[in-house]
């Protein structure tokens, strides 16, 4: 491998002429059944199993006010009510711009939605939920990685970025990904990075990762200078308008601000990129109520709010690309439909998801309801799932990333023949 | 391999070798960390570290004052996490010190892996305050000793019971929640299965260990009334901060967990409990397996968890005989270099091999956090994940090639590299790194290079 210093990195070209991303190459398998070259993909990993019934309230259900009591969200237009969806679901009044988001068409609510994986334990069901199989452990990559591996290919730019210091199993896999995440320390001087470079020649897994992070820092350098470039035209008013690549100009975040809103940012700063990877993924933690979790305040409206706005700002910083994204939100599991002894809900098994974005055929909520009386729960204690959570993702990776059929059902998600894609989630 | 045996000794089953370590070990790896098993395991001395119940005592004592304090329109939002946060500071870093100073590394690698094993994390309430005198407390005096024991010291600490909230569940037929339905109360109070749930899950059988939901359950109406003292309103008797046994929240009759019915002895239920938990043969098979894959390789050889298991139960949970015939695996011994250091591994053995001084304040804790992995702060009860995969992120290694950097340009000219790098890699340094080593443009460079070589990003 030749030696790469960052400033050769930058001016080879590469990034603006949309050549490749990563150094790398993809193992590419199966020919595109169509190709949606600008498509984007989010997918928003919510770990500690979010409670469904609390974000998403079954208003109609009749057993809904007895199983959560105090926590019970009031109807539509009370005082601190739940948001209207389809006269029978709410949305938890922290999330408001998830409500204006459905109103907009552009959010697919999915209700008693679980994973193949129907025990309790956090760690093996957001392995399941990662690794694309029906059984903890039972492989080592993950289904977005296989399927971007698979899917579709547009040059070589069919990749993904992981926000975060590492790469989480739903993104660990044969196809080159990286990831990326703010650094608080000042650059490598060239020669060092050099050196570096020389010294992890012979090393097959170090040669990569810093091969894949300075591509990522590359592409996140750039990407200030066109946020630099786009305010600068804003600024002034006979400047030639911006080419849609640029635009719009989000305000860059101090160093050192929210996490959470530094990653939807840096998130956003590689989707834009006409030759950035076309899939991101971050998590977020603290779903794990299992005392004190509050109704239409407290514990968890807090954790909702903060993912709720985290949401916006990334619609926001998009800007254009919004139209071409879809962003997913999944949990591992549901909790108890009914409130433990200690205010909270302990570990379930059904739960919510969430489609959002520009590209999402939405303003629908998406569920064959089992209901929540007691016979209606699964072991007596839980929501008890309807739709298969793989339905969901096979019908976003064949729509909205063209990854064929039967690779979805062989090597994305093994052995899946029989759970159909749910087609019609993404706009033609 | 005989060339190998100080440098896995020290790296692998130490925390990285100091300058003339290797030399000292020799071929000797297994004499060397047999005979740190013998003496009690150390104890953290330093004036400035108090105990759990005192820290529990005082933030209880300011919870209460905030609350009133609130009522009066006072701003108070920060002072919890500020008499907390210097807490935490002064225990972190009087474990990164022992880390870096001790001559029993082994001992404090294990004592590291049974406070992961039994994970609690310092984003929960009063945690970032207990976080470091748990360690102290239920760790550490148990590490050397029997699992049983060490299994109900965890459990029964005010930071276990808090950390998954056990200190609230109440059993639903206990004299607690009778009365609370006689008043009608509007919340109802009844179980919560969270630590039950992790001491199976986690801490004893694992998870596929042979337990079901209703294990679960039964298990957590059985340590219903462990809880501390001095809480707020039902929970408020006892010695505050302290472990106390509430009969009149503990759900009573007997209760049968994984086929064995156990009479309702109060609070010794639970331990018996445990007890049996900890000589299950899933327990044993759990703890081999996480063991072996922490000091051989992310993917154990079977063999090796077979006769860590056998150990286990042979001597009763005792964990001496268990480190032993994990010393005397030949497996362990075979390569080096098995595995990937985590971020702590990475920055404790910098500190070791540079000597680096671990100050007061928050400089020496900083790189913790910049390379992802803050003590104490697993942010779940499985704690700190253990496999190369999980810490070998492209973003990740960058940063640890910034810090070597930052680390390089502070000390400069004030070690030599190319000196150290044999002391500190011995038989695994490799021919690239020596001569690059010897190479490098400056003595800060050097010392960069060290750092962010293959050789010393694994152990």
């Known amino acids: ?428 | 391999m005989q060339q190998f045996s100080s440098i896995i000794a020290a790296n692998r089953f130490g925390l990285g070798a100091r300058p003339g370590d290797l030399a000292a070990i020799g071929e000797e790896g297994r004499g060397w960390l047999h005979s740190q098993l013998t003496a009690a395991a150390p104890v953290l001395a330093d004036a400035g570290l108090g105990t759990s119940a005192g820290v529990l005592a005082q933030a209880f004592a300011l919870q209460r004052q905030i609350q009133l304090e609130r009522r009066s329109g006072g701003d108070v939002q920060q002072r919890l996490p500020q008499f907390l946060k210097p807490i935490y500071v002064t225990e972190a870093t009087a474990r990164l010190r022992q880390g870096v100073l001790t001559d029993r590394p082994f001992v404090e690698r294990l004592t590291q892996f049974w406070s992961n094993h039994f994970a609690v994390s310092v984003d929960k309430q009063y945690l970032a305050g207990l976080a470091g005198s748990f360690e102290r407390e239920a760790i550490r005096p148990h590490v050397l000793g029997n699992f049983g024991d060490l299994l109900v010291a965890a459990e029964m600490h005010p930071a276990m019971l808090l950390y998954l909230d056990n200190h609230l569940s109440v059993g639903p037929h206990s004299d607690a929640a009778r009365r609370a339905e006689l008043r009608r109360r509007p919340a109802k109070i009844g179980i919560n299965e969270n630590l039950g749930r992790e001491i199976l899950e986690l801490h004893t059988l694992g998870v596929g260990g042979g337990y079901t939901q209703a294990d679960v359950t039964s298990f957590a109406t059985v340590i219903t009334g462990w809880s501390v003292g001095g809480g707020n309103g039902l929970f408020a008797t006892g010695p505050p901060g302290r472990f106390v046994f509430r009969p009149d929240t503990h759900e009573p009759g007997p209760k049968t967990v994984l086929g064995r019915r156990y009479a309702d002895k109060g609070y010794e239920q639970g331990v018996e409990v445990l007890s049996e938990l900890a000589q299950h043969p899933s327990t044993a098979r759990h703890i081999a397996t996480k063991l072996a894959q922490h000091f051989i390789a992310d993917e154990p050889p079977p063999a090796v968890v077979a006769r860590l298991a056998q150990a286990f139960t042979e001597h009763g949970g005792d964990l001496r005989p268990v480190y032993a015939a994990l010393i005397d695996s030949p497996e362990a011994w075979e390569q080096p270099l098995a595995k990937y250091k985590t971020p702590s591994d990475f920055i404790v053995s910098s500190y070791r091999g540079l000597n680096l001084p671990v100050d007061s304040g928050r400089g020496p804790l900083a790189p913790f956090e910049l390379l992802g992995q803050r003590t104490w702060q697993p942010g779940s009860p499985a704690g700190w994940p253990d496999r190369s995969a999980d810490w070998d992120g492209a973003s990740a290694l960058l940063k640890r090639i910034e810090w070597a950097d930052a680390v390089g340009a502070r000390l400069g000219s004030r070690r030599e590299a190319a000196a150290l790098a044999p002391q500190l890699l011995g038989a695994s340094l490799g021919e690239s790194t020596r001569i690059a080593v010897s190479r490098a443009a400056s003595a800060s460079q050097a010392l960069t290079l060290l750092l962010a070589s293959p050789e010393f990003l694994r152990r």
């Open chain 1, 1 to 428: 491998m030749s030696v790469m210093k960052r400033r050769d990195f930058l001016n080879s070209g590469a990034l603006a002429a949309g050549g490749a991303f990563f150094t790398s190459g993809l193992s590419l398998a199966g020919a595109p059944a169509r190709s949606r070259p600008h498509a984007r993909l989010v997918l928003v990993i919510l770990r500690g199993a979010l409670d469904g019934l609390a974000a998403v309230p079954p208003l109609g259900d009749r057993d809904y006010p007895r199983l959560r009591g105090e926590f019970a969200l009031r109807s539509p237009g009370q005082p601190q009510g739940a948001l209207p969806l389809d006269g029978f679901f709410g949305l938890h009044p922290s999330l408001g711009f998830l409500h204006s988001s459905y109103g907009a068409r552009e959010l697919v609510v999915f209700h008693a939605v679980a994973s193949p994986y129907r025990e309790r334990s956090h760690f093996d069901g957001q392995d399941v939920l990662e690794n694309g199989s029906t059984v903890p452990h039972a492989l080592q990559s993950g289904w977005l990685n296989r399927a971007l591996g698979s899917a579709a290919p547009v040059g070589t730019r069919q990749s993904g970025v992981a926000l975060g210091q590492n790469v989480p199993l739903v993104m660990r896999g044969p196809a080159e990904v990286t990831s990326w995440s703010p650094s608080k320390l000042a650059g490598l001087d060239e020669d060092t990075l050099a050196r570096i470079t020389d010294l992890y020649a012979r090393d097959p897994l170090l040669s990569v990762r810093l091969a894949d992070a300075l591509a990522a820092d590359a592409m996140v350098a750039q990407n200030g200078r066109l946020d630099a470039m786009a305010q600068e035209m804003a600024a002034a008013p006979d400047s030639p308008s911006m080419s849609p690549a640029a635009s719009p100009a989000p305000k860059s975040l101090a160093p050192g601000a929210d996490r959470y809103a530094e990653i939807v940012h840096a998130a956003a700063g590689f989707l834009r990129q006409e030759s950035g990877p076309q899939v991101a993924v971050f998590d977020t933690t603290g779903w794990d109520t299992h005392a004190n979790e509050g109704g239409a305040e407290g514990q968890l409206a807090g954790r909702l709010a903060g993912l709720d706005k985290g949401l916006a700002r990334l619609r926001e910083e998009l800007g254009s690309t919004w139209k071409d994204t879809a962003v997913l939100l999944v949990t591992e599991f549901g909790r108890t439909a009914a409130i433990n002894g200690t205010r909270g809900t302990d570990h379930g098994t059904a739960t919510m998801a969430f489609l959002i974005g520009g590209a999402v055929a939405g303003g629908r909520v998406i569920a064959d309801w089992p209901g929540l009386s007691s016979r209606a729960l699964y072991q007596g204690r839980d929501l008890a799932p309807t739709l298969d959570l793989r339905c969901v993702l096979k019908g976003v990776l064949d729509e909205h990333l063209s990854v064929p059929q039967r690779v979805l059902d062989g090597s994305v998600f093994p052995g899946s023949e029989s759970v159909r894609p749910l087609r019609g989630l993404i706009r033609a």
